[in-house]
Every structure is written in structure tokens, then in C-alpha cells.
T-cell receptor, first 112, second 111 residues
Framework: SQQGEEDPQALSIQEGENATMNCSYK?????LQWYRQNSGRGLVHLIL?????REKHSGRLRVTLDTSKKSSSLLITASRAADTASYFC????????????FGTGTSLTVIP | KAGVTQTPRYLIKTRGQQVTLSCSPI?????VSWYQQTPGQGLQFLFE???????NKGNFPGRFSGRQFSNSRSEMNVSTLELGDSALYLC??????????FGPGTRLTVL
């Protein structure tokens, strides 16, 4: 069963605006990862945040993790048309180790 | 460093047939995981292999099986194909406890 749930399911913004998407999960985790997928292709790894970290940056990406609320957010700043894709969070489970659970994804459309 | 490769990229089969998909991980990665992605169910974990041993298994019927070779390459097999097996099958490799790197996937269509 899926552990992660992304919110919103779909997001449409203008180029240059910021995009925020959220992920909630159910169990204790070792780490949480965010991925991007373009139109039915393979997933591209964006960022990994470990359970003892609260915030992480990578370029225009900012990820936060709140383990007390079992939630994470992904912020994309100054969005571009090329950011149009589906975004997924993936969590492991401390009980099952290297088995990852993916959320349902947020479909982001950036309008030029 | 070469990425994860999957073959074939596209496959069309008929109900009742079987299929074998192949995945070559990134050099040095010993963990290989398989996922099924469908519009209705999203990304579902199939199984994970490490050092030729299946360590984790998702909630799929026994028709879905896999194996890993000593060079970490992995195959998954689906027997007695059903229409509902049509999906994008993704393979991912990783160092244990680290980020997973995905291949481009194999698009399986069952007619």
C-alpha cells in the first residue's frame, strides 16, 4: 500500500512563481526522497532528506521535513516551463529498510 | 558513470504469455528494486534484491518474480500475463540507505 500522499494532486502556476507541494506519510522513516517524472518516463532523483534533518536546499529546490507531523514539503522557486512534470515523494520504513513507498504525485504545470 | 539501463523499452504481449524484463544497475550499486506504475495504482513496489537475495517483496501475486545475478544485473519475470499487467515497469538501483536512481522503464502492453 502507498505510504506517501502528495498534496495538491495538481498545481498550475505562471513561470517565475514559486510552487509548493506537500507530502504526508504514515510510519517512522530513515529518509524521504523527492523525484520528478516527465510524462511517463523514468524518475529523476531530486533530493534526499534524512530523518534527523529539518531542511535541505539544492539549487532552486528547498525541502523541509517535520517528523513529528510526518510531513514534508518541496518548494521550487522561480519556476520555469521545464519544471512541468509530476513530483513524487518516497519514504522508506524503518521496519522494512530499503523498500520505498511512493505517493500519488503532484502534477505541476508551469505556464510560460 | 552510466545510468540505470532497462531493456526492452517497449513490449507488447498477449494474455497468457510470459515476459522477462532486464535491468542493469549503476556500477557499484548492489541494491536493485522494481516498481510497477499504472495510472490507477501509481507507483507500487514489487521487490528489492541485494547481493542476489530478495530482501523485500511488495504485495503482488506469485506470477511476478525476479532474480539478481552476481554482477548485480536483475531480471523480473511475469508469467500468465493479464490485461491489468499493462504498466510501466521501473527499475532502480542504489547504495543501501541512499538515493535510488531509476532507469527509463519498460512499457509493457498486454493485449
Amino acid at each position: 500500500s502507498q505510504q506517501g500522499e502528495e498534496d495538491p494532486q495538481a498545481l498550475s502556476i505562471q513561470e517565475g512563481e514559486n510552487a509548493t507541494m506537500n507530502c504526508s506519510y504514515k510510519t517512522s522513516i530513515n529518509n524521504l526522497q523527492w523525484y520528478r517524472q516527465n510524462s511517463g518516463r523514468g524518475l529523476v532523483h531530486l533530493i534526499l532528506i534524512r530523518s534527523n534533518e529539518r531542511e535541505k536546499h539544492s539549487g532552486r529546490l528547498r525541502v523541509t521535513l517535520d517528523t513529528s507531523k510526518k510531513s514534508s514539503s518541496l518548494l521550487i522557486t522561480a519556476s520555469r516551463a521545464a519544471d512541468t512534470a509530476s513530483y513524487f515523494c518516497a519514504t522508506d520504513d524503518t521496519a522494512t529498510g530499503n523498500q520505498f513507498y511512493f505517493g500519488t504525485g503532484t502534477s505541476l504545470t508551469v505556464i510560460p | 558513470k552510466a545510468g540505470v539501463t532497462q531493456t526492452p523499452r517497449y513490449l507488447i504481449k498477449t494474455r497468457g504469455q510470459q515476459v522477462t524484463l532486464s535491468c542493469s544497475p549503476i556500477s557499484g550499486h548492489r541494491s536493485v528494486s522494481w516498481y510497477q506504475q499504472t495510472p490507477g495504482q501509481g507507483l507500487q513496489f514489487l521487490f528489492e534484491y541485494f547481493s542476489e537475495t530478495q530482501r523485500n517483496k511488495g504485495n503482488f501475486p506469485g506470477r511476478f518474480s525476479g532474480r539478481q545475478f552476481s554482477n548485480s544485473r536483475s531480471e523480473m519475470n511475469v508469467s500468465t500475463l493479464e490485461l491489468g499487467d499493462s504498466a510501466l515497469y521501473l527499475c532502480a538501483s542504489s547504495m543501501v540507505g541512499d538515493e535510488q536512481f531509476f532507469g527509463p522503464g519498460t512499457r509493457l502492453t498486454v493485449l
